[in-house]
């Protein structure tokens, strides 16, 4: 398994980029904003990577967050949703969208990925939703990019990431909201829904504040 790629960006397709890593290119397959957000020709570039392998095709796919990673494979896992369609969905609201959308129950912003119809938006957050605080958990939206290396990076094999940076303090807070709640009963799904709808509305929010505003929001009603 390919887990990470570093090197020079050789040319910018429209859904792919070539990065050359000593001499050899290597075509990965990206989001709209994972495209975006790399360097021109001769610029340095690291991604993380997720190949996908099947009897006639080989495929890499690139990120620029573990976060992002995983949300590609989770997307993955839901019927109907292939590689293209997840890159469309993560191209169209980024990581932290996905998150706030599936925690939320959000359905009209995962349908307005190109490609996504209602239902299939719709498995995606039902089938999703208890999936969801895991990954807004590990990373929440932070900034866990694949730092950029030179041209002379290597290939390096997916492993467990010893010492990943740590996560922006919004992201910290929201992680150790969703914990707090865990700890108080609720289950992941209603206390990631409810981190989220806080964190949106206070983004600067820290940990005891989003765990206030979602308590209330978890309130009963009347």
């Known amino acids: 398994m390919i887990g990470r790629v570093a090197g020079r960006v ?6 792919h980029v070539l990065i050359d890593v000593r001499g050899v290119g290597y075509v990965v397959f990206c989001s709209d904003r994972t495209l975006a957000a790399l360097p021109g020709a001769g610029g340095a570039a690291a991604l993380w990577t997720d190949l996908l392998v099947r009897e006639d095709l080989l495929q890499l796919f690139g990120f620029t967050t573990l976060a992002e990673k995983e949300w590609h494979r989770l997307l993955m896992s839901v019927q109907g ?20 959308a ?10 307005a990925a190109k490609g996504i119809g209602p239902k299939t938006a719709e498995r995606v957050v ?37 010492a990943p940076p740590a996560p922006a303090p919004d992201a910290a807070a929201q992680a150790e909201a969703l914990s707090a709640l865990g700890n108080l009963g609720y289950a992941p799904s209603e206390a990631a829904g409810a981190v989220a709808q806080a964190a949106g509305e206070t983004p600067e929010a820290d940990t005891a504040t989003l765990i206030r505003a979602a308590l209330k929001l978890l309130a009963p009603k009347g």
Do not use: N, Q
């Not at 949703?81 to 706030?100: C, E, F, H, N, Q």
């Not at 599936?102 to 349908?111: C, E, N, P, Q, V």
């Open 102 to 111: 599936i925690a939320l129950g959000d359905i009209a912003s995962i349908k």
């Open 10 to 15: 050789e040319y910018k397709g429209d859904d």
């Open 126 to 162: 039902r089938e999703l939703k208890d999936k969801a605080p895991a990954v807004m958990a590990m990373g929440a939206g932070a900034a866990v990019a694949a730092a950029a290396g030179d041209a002379d990076d290597v290939i390096e094999a997916a492993a467990p990431v010893t």
């Open 81 to 100: 949703i292939g590689a293209k369609a997840s890159l469309a969905i993560l191209g169209t609201l980024g990581p932290d969208g996905v998150g706030r």
